[in-house]
């Protein structure tokens, strides 16, 4: 029987299935982060321990400080990326602290090392873990209470989702991204759209994507409500692997190049539900409301909720336009924003600042900007390629690596009222800070609304240039 | 957790859509214990004005609905994070129940992790719902797990649950003693995997780097 690639990699880690079809799944990489210390209270107080330290890799990231120092956060913060040190410290697994070269936000850190590798099934207390279905594993979110779960029996029950394939075939026009992609599909499909569903990216887009792009793609799934995003592993993927610090090597990795080899969709596989864009069509996203949903091309005007025929969703857009402080009819790039941030484990690996430096360069920015890249070793390759020297110069500020202004838990935030274009993926309210108004965006549409002082076309600001 | 098995409790509207777990609890809050409680912070930026008091206008600050037990939401409520600190704040807030025509996948698993039963309600029900609430704030309903049913004035509606989750609720019982009961069958599993997958198996332990290594920077 033909089977879709998440078939196979499921039915691989199906130990065994209940009568109402969930499944106990083996968990081959547990990712944790310091925004999970809960997790941990729960198997002390049931007397457990974590069972397989040896799959468990732990990273500071949702508190961790990006700041020069530690006085500029308050101690009840830093104490959290503390506790996971302690508790990795009890349980003998590898965590990274901030200030460790390896640190970063954990769907960073994943791919980076070579934790994250095709055919396996990966667990993080992160809504953005489908990112690391980019590599063709099966990846996905879960609760705290599932966390103690893993942690004590490295396994988890899981009903199987429904699968949804989204081919984007064409290409993208000059200046399109990932992150452009990845709104264009939520506005399409709703931000409930993928609910109980997991979603395989497929077509010639999706083909010339790099890792980063597509972890980008992949880590955007969540807010269309699917848990599950991914693509299947292919030469740009072993490519990107080849000599990882985690990564198999040697025989091993012949053997694993074998297997990953075999991961992908067989031709008369069918899905639940089928949807394709056109590449060629997409242009430059910008979102207007407080979901994700909300989203528009730059080139157009804010609309007007009079228009929308549902009323919920008439409510919802009148409740956002007057939360974001915007009128209808407005265009897009008439909205001046007050800050600008480049991070996230959406878009703050090195293709992401690559992207952002190339149109800050030889600029100066209007707003205050940050740019926080997504772990140690991105923040030394970005330094070894001259990025930071251009931001800088540019009047960014070059931080330390951490989740920082997407979740505003570590002290990072927007000030209320204050709106942000920011590479990050949640534009909800008071997500970034209370009050804070967001406007996702890419790494260079950040860029550019930073020098330009609102929201910009990019591919206008390089042909003034 | 406390099992779920009948409940009688205050109906309380909260019909927006998409309400994210942002909305529910913010993320500056979730740093605390579990055992301190969550209560005070449900809806905390949405309840509560700049200097802490109660805003009047909002729902669960009214008189009608402070002993609320049971939500009636909007479409894919609980969407976004994951952070389950949003169900243990409407758990500790008295609430038994959320009823609303579809959640966020994560916060709909939370839910049943913690005694808090969500009921994915057909549109006949939801309408009836909020119309009650309407005509009459405070009003009562049940809920009856065993039966499947929400009862309202006389009239009843069913709801879909899978009967595992329903059993759990139950019972009250712990999803992790139930899985180490199977543990031999996992350590086969898992053996058998790592033959199969052997590049699975992690290449060398990871060199804890980081035991001292949390510095203040550079």
Redesign the interface.
Known sequence: MPKTLFDKIWE??V??T?????S?L?V?RHLVHD?T??AF???RE?G?AVRRP??T?GT?DH?A?T????DQQPP??A????RL?EN??KDAF??????????GIVHVIGPE?G?T?P??LIVC???HTASHGALGAIAF??????I??VL????I?Q?KPKLMRITIDGALGSGIVAKDVALEVIRKIG??GG??YAIEYAGQVVRALSVEGRLTLCNMS??A???FGLVAPDQTVFDYLKGRR????GA??T??LD?WQALSSDEAATFDREMTLDGAAIEPMVTWGT?P?QALPVSHCIPDPAAEPDR??R??AE?ALAYMGLRPGTPMTDVAVDRVFIGSCTNSRIEDLRAAASVAKGHRVKVPAFVVPGSGRVKAQAEAEGLDRIFRAAGFEWR?PGCSMC???NGDIVPPGERCASTSN?N????QG?GARTHLVSPAMAAAAAVAGRLTDVRKLASEA | MQPFQRHEGVLAPFINANVDTDQIIPARFLHRARREGYGNLLFHDLRYDEAGAEKPGFVLNRPAYRTASILVAGPNFGCGSSREQAVWALVDQGFRAVIAPGFGDIFYNNCFKNGLLAVVGEERMLAALTAAMKRQPGVQAVIDLPEQHVRLDGECWSFDIDSYRKQAMLEGASEIQMTLKAIARIETFEAKLLASMPWSGLRKPIPNETASSQTAGE
């Open positions: 691989t880690h130990i065994t209940r009568p109402d079809g969930a106990l083996f081959d925004a210390a809960q209270d729960m198997i049931a457990l040896d799959l890799l500071a508190y400080n700041a020069g120092s530690f009840h913060l104490d959290m990326a503390l040190l990795a410290r590898p965590a990274y602290g901030v200030g460790d070269p390896n640190q090392s934790f590798l055919g396996t207390g992160d809504s979110g879960i609760g705290t209470s599932e103690a779960h004590a029996t490295q396994t029950w009903a931000s409930a609910t109980g969540i807010e409500g699917a848990r985690l990564a198999p090597s091993m990795w053997q694993a297997a979901s949903e919920l969703r409510e919802a409740q330390k979740v505003a838990m949640r909800f309210a008071g997500r209370k």
